[in-house]
């Protein structure tokens, strides 16, 4: 049974009638917002990359869960596919009518569950490829042993699953070494299943999470170039097994790769960007190198698509892994920030004798996932303080308003220094008081807004009314 039974939706219809209109000043705290404009920019940016490079496109919508980020991820061009990625069977659920939506229209649509598949998901993605027809859902493979529910879905639905073996990047989380001989066994198996039209074996899949931690635009690339080197060379490992064993009708290999910080990075190869690239010959190399590759694969036969999740709403860990230039990765492109009140101010407690003070955002608010670029939960924004403006620094570098330390329903905000700084933190520039409202820009986003139910949306592109709420999205609930 599809999870909206037991996990319903936040009731839209009631919080627009009764927040649309109104301030975030007078919304309860802590809040979820949304700056609808930074959404926008983002989701147009990516498409416009895959579009101009020729890339297959597959928008992950874990991250937020919504419908509305979901249209404005996959974009209206209707010759365009649909492909998403979802990390709960909810997510699919949530999304069906749309998706009907767009089959309706005459659009190519696939959901790819991004878990190896189990049992367990059977009935639920067979009751979504049944809704949506031939070619609308994908799943992931890296154990033979999931060939037999492979087999089971397809039974269920009367569809043939299409079916990606998951490819380890060196995360250790999901998938198998393209180039292990246990590789090979999972692609015997999934050959075996295609020929019995049990699946269509479709590509492979990777997920760089490792790119989290990297800090140049050169090291984003490269780790692109790794995550479709290694598909690739499972891919052609693929096609001499198939040779081998005897045709099997195989389509062409699609080539899945992308954590958002490599995803991003293929931004690089368009000729706008600044002028950073002519200047620095270790990213020239791999922007150059990136670019041969992706010709290589598909003149091999394969299909290059990309694939990524937090990048339209970003957050503070996408900042500092510093995958693209300024100019399409900043401060101002952070398009979700959870609004808390200040509860209490401590003068002089912090470290140095810099003040402290208590809002009510903790650990169950703005996540546990630290950042790579400084000690904290999450930083205060310029929103609603008097002559604060965005950082013009690094992420490393930003002096201000920090989450120090935090319990379940309350964070410290302590006064820190870049890491890049000196040890020593100098006075604050400005200080909170206490009822009064404040924006903090999370960690990781994903996991920040997996805690709310709905996010209130304002928009940044209308003039003096930056701060009115302009909708509510409700989100996917369960799992």
Known sequence: MSSLTYYPASPREALVAEYVGKSIHNVPTPAAIINVAAVRRNCGRMLEACKSLNLGWRAHIKTHKTV??????????ASFPVNLVISTLAEGEFLLQALKEYKSQGRQVNVLYGLPITANAVDRLSALASALGDGSVSILLDDPAQLAVAAKLRQASGIAP????????GGKRAGVVADSDRFLEIADAALAAHRKGDII????????????????????IKMMSAEISAM?????????????????????????GGASPTALSVQNLLSHD?????????????????????????????????????????DLQQL????????????????????AEVHSTYPGRGEGGTPEALIGAGGLALGREFCKAYDGMAMLTPWGRAGASL????????????????????????????????????PPSDMVEVGQKVKLWPNHACITSSHFGWY??????????????????TKARGW
């Not at 052609?236 to 062409?252: C, F």
Request: with cysteine.
């Open 68 to 77: 509305e980020i979901t249209r404005l991820q996959v974009g209206d061009d």
């Open 162 to 169: 299409r079916a990606s073996i998951k490819i380890d990047m």
């Open 201 to 220: 074996l479709s590509g492979l899949y990777s997920h760089a999470g490792q790119s989290y931690g990297g800090d140049s635009r050169a090291a984003a």
């Open 232 to 256: 690739k060379l499972g891919a052609d490992r693929i096609k001499k097994r198939e040779a081998e064993k005897g045709a099997s009708n195989l389509p062409a290999l699609i080539l899945s």
């Open 274 to 314: 600044d002028a950073q690239a002519s200047s620095a010959p270790e990213l020239q190399t791999e922007v150059q190198s990136l670019a041969a590759l992706f010709d290589t694969v598909k003149s091999s036969g394969h299909v290059v698509e990309i694939h990524a999740g937090v990048y339209p709403t970003l």
């Open 320 to 339: 500092a892994a510093h995958s693209m230039s300024a100019s399409r990765l900043s401060w101002g492109d952070l398009a979700l920030s959870i609004l």
């Open 391 to 426: 950082p013009a620094c690094d992420v490393e570098d930003y002096e201000g308003w920090t989450v120090g330390r935090f319990s379940q329903e309350h964070g410290i905000l302590t006064w820190a220094r870049g890491k890049r700084k000196a040890a020593s933190a100098g």
């Open 456 to 473: 209130f949306v304002v928009d940044e592109d209308q003039p003096g009314k930056e701060d009115e709420i302009v909708d509510i999205w």
